[in-house]
């Protein structure tokens, strides 16, 4: 972080919470009405209630009782062992945890191996774009993304954002392993922790003056709501932007890749009923719940800063403002502007001219000798950044909080 950053921080750190207010009564939080109709999801039927009123009846009372019997150190250290969709349970969980995990771990019915397999295919070959899109498009995005930029910013981990951010983007790319809900893959492991982590932050958050002073009147995070619209930063967003570039996808693929997120929603304890059937009635949802809520709050642009840091120290090459303007030309103008980017003169019209004509090529429509050499600093610094996290980017294991961020 620079100077500049760093101060801001520190300054703006005693006054979060009268922004926060202020920002939760913009008019830009106005949350449309919920609409979209359960015969459009995966259950193809459900009771049409308004997402933002249902939380995680199952998980939620569980975790409650891990953390106010003060086991959440006992089951952390059991539960790192725990890495394999194929492993047992380890030893040592409180008999209510387990039963909970033990059916939280099963696949849906309507899991399709097939399908499961298109959606690796599809990762292996366009990784490239699902590599750059997932960390420097999706991760961004969530800084403008109130609920989640604060339910971050409060929790435990957000006193580490940096560990935070690595270790939820990393989830993008887990769910693209060749053998991500295989036995011997670790989606599974993956999301159940997660569902649990997302317990545990419903019972502690409320408990953060910081939260509960800016969350508009939320008064319990993460609501199945709020699910999906992450998920639409993630799934609905990185399908869509290969599609706008003209990069073609086989439907097979396109399919698989709905299907994989499909899965990982049931796996996060979404219902059925609010899962999207299809890109359609994805695009609709994403429509309702994702759009109008983009905005700008102090912890979300504190957020940024994090992980545009966090990119400046892979020491790729990646310079800030090639980010900057990468960012801004996959997100757009206004949410760059939401999340506080600067404007970049130079690389945003370089990458804006370079971009789609080395989709081009490497599609196989245009020949090389087409292509401007500054296009392939950009092709670089995206591959180096991928790569990192593929490989080297792996975090610590998922823990379940026992606590909120301290004041
Ligand atoms: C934790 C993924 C939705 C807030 C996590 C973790 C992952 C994750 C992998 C564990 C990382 C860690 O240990 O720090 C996802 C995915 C989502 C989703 C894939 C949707 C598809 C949300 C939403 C919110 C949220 C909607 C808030 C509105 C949090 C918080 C933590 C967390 C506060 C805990 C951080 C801590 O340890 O203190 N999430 N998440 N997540 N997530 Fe989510």
Redesign the pocket.
Known sequence: MDDLSRRRMLITGGALGALGALGAASPARAKSLWTWAPSGSVAGKGAGVDPDWVWDEEADPVLAAVIERGEVAKVNEALRKWTRNDQALPAGLPADLRDFMERARRLPSWADQDKLTAAARFTTKKGIYTGALYGLGSGLMSCA?P??A???Y?????ADMK??IA??A???YDVGDLDAYQPSGGMIV??V??RL??A??RHL?PQSPGWSGTSGGQTI???QA??????HS??TFVMSKPIDWGVRISPSESAGYLHVWQV??HM?G?LDEYIPASWDEANAQSRQVLDPILASTPEGRELTDVLLDLVADLDAGLTRPLINGFTRYTLGNRTGDLIGLDKEPFWQPLISAAWPLLVAFREGLIPLPLIPAGAWTVEEALRKFVLFYLSEGK?PS????DA??PS
């Open positions: 993304i609920r989640e604060r339910a971050v409060y929790s435990k981990g957000g560990d935070r270790k939820t990393q989830l993008g993956t999301a922790k997660t982590v997302h545990a932050v958050l995070p993460i609501s709020d699910i999906m619209v992450t998920w993630l799934a990982t929603a996060l979404v975090g998922i823990e379940i909080p909120n961020r």
